[in-house]
């Protein structure tokens, strides 16, 4: 069965750093999103990318974020200058109508 | 505004039934129930859309009021595989890419 992929699983860095999380969505969807979860708190949305472009954004995604699709297979999430409250399960979804959760990247910054 | 469920916890024995809602302030196109377990990523179980269409599983079933913008999620006869935290995620839109907005989740246990 396909399913979403994402390296990788975690990640440990030094307050200021720049990161990048990756991610392969299942190959026919078109749809691709990023959410985060604090730990033992909820899911939340940060954006969701279509047609090479961003669909939405939440409140979360300022301008340390940005997404990319750089070739036909991976979508990257950047993190310019990472914070201590970017601290979180990063994950990764991709849809047709329903929409599949890769396993997480664990972003701890320290 | 996120959809707020209840119970917030719930401890059942192996083979009890159990009912966990979810309630929206907004008109919903969908609602997808998810569970996930400690340390993992949420797994899909279940999407019901405005119109009465219905995917899941057996045993898991659920019900989606578009009126009273709730759903509710049914699991009979439970194992001890369902444990986790079950979330529900509600969309607003009719196509396209899919925002979901997730509740606090609920927590079930299931005891043998």
């Known amino acids: 069965e396909p399913e979403v992929t994402q390296t990788p699983s975690h990640q440990v860095t030094q307050m200021g750093q720049e990161v990048i999380l990756r991610c392969v969505p299942i190959s026919n969807h078109l749809y691709f999103y990023w959410y985060r979860q604090i730990l033992g708190q909820k899911v939340e949305f940060l954006v969701s990318?279509?047609?090479?472009?961003?669909?939405?954004k939440s409140e979360i995604f300022d301008d340390q974020f940005s997404v990319e699709r750089p070739d036909g297979s991976n979508f990257t999430l950047k993190i310019r200058s990472t914070k201590l409250e970017d601290s979180a399960m990063y994950f990764c979804?991709?849809?047709?109508?329903?929409?599949?959760f890769g396993p997480g990247t664990r972003l701890t910054v320290l | 505004q996120q959809p707020v469920q209840s119970p917030q916890a719930v401890i059942l024995r192996e083979g009890e039934d159990a009912v966990i809602n979810c309630s929206s302030s907004k008109a919903l196109y969908s609602v997808h129930w998810y569970r996930q377990k400690h340390g993992e990523a949420p797994v899909f179980l279940m999407i019901l859309l405005k119109g009465g269409e219905q995917k899941g599983h057996e045993k898991i079933s659920a019900s989606f009021n578009e009126k009273k913008q709730q759903s509710s999620l049914y699991l009979t006869a439970s194992q001890l595989s369902y444990s986790g935290t079950y979330f529900c995620g509600t969309g607003e839109k009719i196509q396209g890419a899919q925002k979901l907005v997730f509740g606090q989740g609920t927590r079930l246990t299931i005891n043998p």
């Open positions: 990318f279509y047609n090479n472009e961003i669909s939405e």
């Open positions: 979804a991709s849809s047709g109508d329903t929409q599949y």
